[in-house]
């Protein structure tokens, strides 16, 4: 046995155990800390609003008087709705024109609907408000001198937990641990100045520091920036309010100049907390008002016995398939079954690592692409037969077997991939993300089924041989020639 096939047979081993642990239903995920930096991966399957439910919502333009809504303001709306949905961590939403004048959104398995109706549907104007001395208590109403804010209420507020700082990035220094009271500001008649608004912030992300605690690191564009370091060189130890449609949703004290439009906000922030900061941050600003003009709950239009039932007849459907490779083709039968194994293993653990959203559609390209893995099995083992029947030493006709039918299976699957990207566009273009659902998962299980209808098999079939020889041959009713 060479050792190339050793090192194959390794890689198989090792991959196929990664694969078993990924797919167990008890399965921890992934937590670790690299350096400052850390990863929380859940690994679970995600289910599609048929197989879950969720909640669908339909949103209307509502544009200014006068004002027509275009098309180009819809997309771009659209764009940012689905921005904002994905940083909610819904996997696979459906986010699509309906009308001219509507976008529909499907969220599936949301968890609580009302918080992520109100992130989706804010006009939300971002702004950067100087308030001095003053500390805003999130969510106080002010008033702004760019005419977008609601009523204003007073702007003083004391804080229980400790003020957040904004600092530029890898500055230190000691946060203010309790809230300044705002002082002078009379009621109703105080307007803050805007410094900067949303399309002044080029990125904002989550980032942990030292001690592991969430912070939000975010960076400004270059006009931005400079007028951000110019008004924190001049106002250290002040306050600089984050509103969003009026309102506060942040109000950290400048501690130190941020001369590069680079810095970050500490504050007593959990990690949800500092994504849904993150989340207003970056997603700000849509072009043209939202108003919700239906929304309600879905449920799974399968039913929990329906899922069982399609688990267990394609559990049946496999298990036929095993069968009758063992049957037919015996010994060689018999390593396609491990490959077919191994390969049903790495393909779900690819769809809960990615992550793909399982829907009906998205399952029955799985089950089409089993079906291709089987077929390139009996590709190589029926060219296996004609090899040996045409008088090759069992070596040779092993190698003539893969080689020759390579060919066949690259073409076959480049069709099947070539078709994938043409449903997968089509879907994307059309908001059918079904269409979507069964090309991805198509895509990747005949990907997955290259690998071990090739590299497996083969290597499985060489190991086999290399062990029993030439005698092999001689055991018709275990090579079935």
Not at 168 to 190: H, I, L, N, R
Not at 402 to 429: E, K, P, V, Y
Request: net charge neutral.
């Amino acid at each position: 046995m060479r050792k190339r096939d050793i090192r194959l047979l390794v890689l198989i081993v090792l991959v196929a155990a990664f694969a078993v642990w990924v797919c167990l239903p008890s399965n921890p995920g992934i937590h670790l800390k690299l350096g400052k930096s850390r990863i929380d991966r859940d690994i679970k399957v995600h289910q599609g609003l048929d197989l879950q439910g969720g909640m669908e919502v339909l949103l209307q333009a509502v544009p200014a008087e006068g004002e027509a809504v275009t098309s180009d303001a819809m997309d771009s709306t659209r764009t940012i709705v689905e921005n904002r949905v994905n940083a909610l961590g819904v996997t696979e939403p459906v986010v699509q024109a309906f009308g001219t004048d509507r976008i529909l959104v499907q969220l599936p398995g949301i968890d609580n609907a009302q918080t992520a109706v109100e992130s989706i549907g804010e006009t939300a104007q971002l702004e950067f408000v100087d308030t001095g001395s003053v500390y805003l208590q999130p969510g106080t109403a002010v008033r702004t001198d760019t005419g977008r804010a609601e009523t204003t209420t007073t702007a003083g507020a004391t804080s229980a937990s400790p003020t957040p700082t904004i600092a530029a990035t890898g500055a230190q220094g000691e946060a203010a641990t309790t809230a300044t009271p705002a002082q002078g500001a009379a009621a109703g008649e105080t307007v803050y100045h805007t410094i900067l608004t949303g399309k002044d912030l080029k990125t904002a992300q989550v980032a942990f520091d030292q001690s592991n605690q969430p912070i939000i690191s975010f960076e400004m564009t270059d006009e931005g920036g400079k007028i951000f370091a110019t008004h924190t060189s001049a106002n250290i130890g002040k306050y600089l309010a984050i509103v969003l449609d009026g309102k506060v949703i942040s109000c950290p004290r400048i501690q130190s100049a941020i001369p590069d439009g680079r810095g970050q906000i500490t504050g007593s922030f959990t990690v949800d907390e500092a994504k849904t900061l993150v989340m207003q941050l970056r997603y700000g600003a849509l072009p043209v008002p939202l108003q919700i003009v239906d929304m309600r709950a879905v449920g799974p239009t399968l039913g929990q016995e329906s899922v069982d039932k399609s688990i267990r007849a394609g559990a049946i459907g496999l298990c036929v398939v095993l069968i009758f490779m063992l049957v037919y083709y015996r010994l060689l039968g018999f390593l396609a079954d491990i490959a077919l194994i191994i390969y049903a293993l790495v393909t779900f653990a690819l769809y809960k690592l990615i992550p793909v959203t399982l829907t009906l559609p998205g399952i029955a390209g799985f089950l089409l692409a089993v079906g291709m893995a089987v077929d390139a099995n009996i590709l190589i083992f029926e060219r296996m037969r004609e090899e040996l029947r045409a008088g090759r030493t069992l070596e040779r006709a092993i190698e003539a077997g893969f080689q020759r039918a390579w060919t066949s299976i690259l073409d076959s699957n480049i069709s099947t991939w070539i078709t994938c990207a043409i449903l997968w566009f089509f879907g994307n273009s059309f908001g059918a993300s079904v269409v979507k659902g069964f090309a991805v998962t198509l895509a990747i299980g005949v990907f997955v089924s290259m690998f071990t209808a090739v590299t497996v098999t083969r290597t499985l079939v060489r190991a086999t041989f290399a062990l029993g020889g030439e005698n092999l041959r001689a055991k018709k009713w275990l090579l079935s020639v």
